[in-house]
């Protein structure tokens, strides 16, 4: 079945430092990922979106890289700042309109 | 910045009654959600809505639940004879265009907390 999971549940990092946020997905005819960002107590928010046809998509301090090969998706960010703390999810497109996530990691900058 | 607002951010229900969840999506999106994130762990699709009819849902949307939109603005999620283990987050969701799709836009609003007790 459909799957999308994360290497690690929590991560933390110093202030100003960049971040990594890696994921696995199963399902190689997958097409489209997102990463999404959720704050406590509100609802996932975008940060950036690739399609399978692109190795890597840069937005405002975030990277999104896709290695179709090992089935592997990840986020940098860089330069993380306090607010960057939050749960991130990677999703994939799992049908015509519904999004697969995965299970989450906690990133906690450090001061 | 447009958003997908939900009502009430909480609701608190006995086991066996029925509950409604009220979403207000962006208001050229074409494209309405529901889905649901039970305490500590990762966000489920429940089902998606198209054209005045649901275009896909998963196993957890069964004949407890049902989807609504009364009017130009609302979507509305039913649960029938609530459970202790539908206590969830519950998250609304519309697009502009289907998943992928181009100008995609699938934007969350901030959730109903659900507890049923």
């Known amino acids: 079945g459909e799957s999308v999971g994360l290497h690690l549940p929590t991560l933390s990092v110093q202030e100003g430092d960049n971040s990594i946020i890696n994921c696995a997905y199963s399902?190689?005819?997958?097409?489209?990922f997102i990463w999404y960002k959720q704050e406590s107590g509100k609802g996932p928010q975008f940060i950036i979106d690739?399609?399978?046809?692109?190795d890597k998509r840069q937005g405002q301090r975030v990277t999104v890289l896709l290695n179709k090969t090992v089935k592997h998706l990840s986020l940098q960010i860089a330069a993380t700042q306090p607010g960057d703390s939050a749960v991130y999810f990677c999703?994939?497109?799992?049908?015509?309109?519904?999004?697969?996530f995965g299970q989450g990691t906690r990133l906690t900058i450090n001061p | 910045e447009p958003e997908v607002t939900q009502t009430p951010s909480h609701q608190v229900t006995q086991m066996g009654q029925e509950v409604i969840l009220r979403c207000v999506p962006i208001?050229?999106?074409?494209?309405f959600y529901w889905y649901r994130q039970i305490l500590g762990q990762k966000v489920e699709f429940l089902v998606s809505?198209?054209?005045?009819?649901?275009?896909?849902k998963s196993e957890i949307f069964d004949d407890q639940f049902s989807v609504e939109r009364p009017d130009g603005s609302n979507f509305t999620l039913k649960i029938r004879s609530t459970k202790l283990e539908d206590s969830a987050m519950y998250f609304c969701?519309?697009?502009?265009?289907?998943?992928?799709?181009?100008?995609?836009?699938?934007?969350f609003g901030s959730g109903t907390r659900l507890t049923v007790v």
């Open positions: 969701a519309s697009s502009f265009t289907g998943t992928g799709g181009a100008g995609y836009g699938y934007t």
């Open positions: 399902n190689s005819a997958s097409d489209y």
């Open positions: 690739i399609r399978s046809n692109m």
């Open positions: 999703a994939e497109k799992g049908g015509a309109q519904k999004l697969v």
């Open positions: 208001s050229n999106h074409l494209y």
């Open positions: 809505f198209y054209n005045n009819e649901i275009s896909e």
